[in-house]
């Protein structure tokens, strides 16, 4: 098991850039893949971003991709989320997320822990 904490979540104007961290402990870090989700008020949570075990490959969601890079240090057992460009739409709780499974998954059914969240308000 492992146990997930975001931080770095604010209030932000558009074209800002905010970075989230999430700090992991527990079961080792490097065995999970981990993903960045996000949800808004009345939506669901929808899939962001996605990074591998080793922190070799990635993928993002299309409305984010170009402007947002997630990246992990195992040493730290940290993952990150840089946010770059930020626009009112990026407005949402986001959330870490980690995977037992390797492969990359887009679904949040498909991860086993998740932290509890950090607030990002982007406003115009």
């Known amino acids: 098991q492992v146990q997930l904490v975001e931080s770095g979540g604010g209030l932000v104007q558009a074209g800002d850039s905010l970075r989230l961290s999430c700090a992991a402990s527990?079961?080792?870090?490097?065995?999970?893949?981990m993903g960045w989700f996000r949800q808004a008020p009345g939506k669901e949570r929808d899939f962001v971003a996605h990074?591998?075990?080793?922190?070799?490959?990635?993928y993002y969601a299309d409305s984010v991709k170009g402007r947002f890079t997630i990246s992990r240090d195992n040493a730290k057992n940290t993952l990150y989320l840089q946010m770059n460009t930020l626009k009112p739409e990026d407005t949402a709780v986001y959330y870490c997320?980690?995977?037992?499974?390797?492969?990359?998954?887009?679904?949040?059914?498909?991860?086993?822990?998740w932290g509890q969240g950090t607030q990002v308000t982007v406003s115009s």
């Open positions: 990074i591998d075990r080793s922190g070799g490959s990635t």
């Open positions: 997320a980690a995977r037992i499974g390797a492969a990359i998954s887009i679904y949040p059914s498909s991860y086993n822990y």
């Open positions: 527990g079961r080792t870090f490097s065995s999970y893949a």
